[in-house]
């Protein structure tokens, strides 16, 4: 049977969160310079400057995100992209904002490609009171120059993780980048995702060697993601380190998180089912309606 998650030590505070469903996911931006063979970020998306929080578009900032996070319910909230810190300024008025309107205790994470960060924008992001920053590298090479940047997040209380996806073939490179980070003092976790399979990257992972597998990831990637954490808590214990299949993200990440907004939303003659979908009955037989975003799919059983 396969794992849905494989947990040395303990889960990082964002992924708790995300664990329970009650943190909401916004994509802030799909800038990003870069072009990793890797990228899943979609088409439509990628090196375009629009904003999406929990799949639902945000025409009206901030104003869409606080009305989707009370609509969701949530105690935290994930900045994700294209590359977050392309629009620092946005995202420092958003951190700002949500402390508050929610309070210190509403738990705010962003990630970042180490290639990306600039002393400018470092500055700028250690005074917004973000709680976790998400560092992205997957060789050591890519940190040149960026550990006295990662260390003024630090000072300012921000809390630093390694989050990468989990590479065949690069294992000990992403062990180097850990090693790196760990000794400069600089993370307290390292996070491993499934490599997933899109449109947008399925050309460049097969001309890489990967191989798609049945279930949307790439074969191995799990064997991957094992092996590394097996190896930095080998090396440090006190470190951290979470293997995230693509599965636990769509059944506990994503469904916990329908779930909790279709306990809210949904109306007196609708059941939410463990999966966050949502059973109703019409004239003809048993309604199964899936929510996302601001899109409604429903299949009918007769």
Request: glycine share 10%.
């Amino acid at each position: 049977m396969r794992r849905l998650n494989i947990v040395f030590g303990e889960f990082a505070r964002g992924c708790r969160q995300c664990q329970l469903g009650i943190k909401s996911v916004l994509f802030i931006t799909g800038i990003c310079p870069l072009n990793c063979f890797y990228c899943p970020v979609s088409r439509d998306r990628f090196g375009r400057d629009v904003m999406f929080i929990n799949d639902r578009p945000v025409n009206k900032f901030p104003d869409d995100i606080i009305d989707e996070l009370d609509r969701a319910g949530s105690n935290g909230l994930a900045i994700t992209g294209g590359d977050p810190i392309m629009v620092v300024d946005r995202v420092v008025t958003l951190v700002k904002l949500l402390k508050d309107i929610y309070g210190q205790g509403f738990h705010i994470h962003m990630y970042t490609h180490a290639l990306n960060i600039s002393e400018e924008a470092i500055r700028k992001l250690a005074g917004s009171g973000i709680d976790e920053v998400r560092v992205h590298a997957i060789n050591p090479a890519q940190l040149s120059g960026k550990l006295g940047l990662l260390k003024i997040l630090k000072d300012a209380g921000i809390e630093l993780g390694l989050e990468v996806p989990a590479l065949p073939r690069f294992e000990d490179n992403i062990v180097s980048v850990a090693e790196l980070l760990i000794n400069n003092g600089l993370i307290s976790f390292v996070n491993l995702n499934e490599l997933d399979v899109s449109p947008s990257n399925i050309n460049n992972l097969i001309s890489m060697g990967y191989k798609p597998g049945p279930d949307g990831s790439v074969i191995g990637s799990i064997d991957a993601g094992i092996k590394i954490a097996s190896e930095i808590r080998r090396r440090w214990p006190w470190i951290n380190v979470n293997v995230c299949t693509s599965r636990y993200k769509d059944l506990a990440q994503i469904g916990a998180r329908l779930f909790r907004i279709n306990m809210r939303i949904s109306s007196g003659d609708e059941v939410v089912l463990d999966d966050g979908t949502v059973e109703s009955r019409s004239e003809s037989g048993v309604v199964i309606k899936l929510r996302i975003g601001n899109r409604e799919y429903a299949v009918e059983s007769g």
